[in-house]
């Protein structure tokens, strides 16, 4: 029975070690930013290369220090708010905030934090992706939509958008208002608000299909 029980206990601490192993080597590899904090004092135990490269710090300025002696959030309110909602909840998935970079410059990125249990101590394991460029590229596609609509209300010709409507074979047979300007409004006395999201044979039914 004794050595049963030494021979059982062998197996759990390689089973636990070889768990520890593989995490430990995803931690390092990657490429995605994680970071290993105390829950209490809130210091860095560790970070990962992308997370180095990332915010352009070296282990040695990050490890034993806290995010707010590193002064890598934007606003030092997000960092509250990350602790006050893993505090409630116990876990934090997919949170958007802003990063400063050792250099100054600003990145967005998307926070989880959950904890995890390493060498019997329970840890929170923080993982961010930058998502720069999307954010970027909605900023712009923003900007587009804003001319157009600029250009597209302060145009002088009457400019009107519709949604074709077909029959079960295929055949156009009405068309849905969707969008019109405001010289279209003028010239044709159709008023958007009596008639967007209604067809042209609901407004005038004698009209040809």
Do not use: Y
Request: with cysteine.
């Amino acid at each position: 029975s004794t050595w049963r029980d030494i021979t059982e206990k062998k197996q759990s601490d390689k089973a636990l070690q070889d768990s520890e192993d593989k995490f430990k080597k995803i931690f390092e590899l990657s490429p995605i930013m994680m970071a290993l904090t105390d829950p209490e004092s809130q210091v860095f135990l560790n970070v990962n290369n992308t997370w180095l490269r990332q915010l352009g710090f070296t282990r040695e300025e990050v490890v034993g220090k806290k995010s707010a002696d590193l002064n890598i959030f934007l606003d030092s309110s997000a960092r509250d708010e990350l602790i006050r909602l893993i505090t409630d909840q116990g876990f934090i998935s997919n949170h958007e905030f802003q990063l400063r970079k050792k250099s100054g410059s600003i990145f967005h990125c998307i926070f989880s934090i959950h904890f995890v249990e390493l060498n019997e101590k329970k840890l929170m394991l923080t993982t961010a992706v930058d998502i720069t460029e999307r954010k970027q590229a909605e900023e712009a596609l923003i900007q587009n939509e804003t001319r157009l609509k600029n250009m597209f209300e302060s145009m002088s010709e009457g400019f009107s958008i519709q949604d074709v409507i077909c029959d079960d074979e295929g055949n156009p047979i009405d068309l849905r208002f969707v969008d019109a300007n405001p010289a279209f409004e003028k010239q044709t006395g159709l008023i958007n608000s009596k008639t967007l999201g209604h067809t042209l044979l609901e407004l005038f039914p004698t009209s040809e299909k």
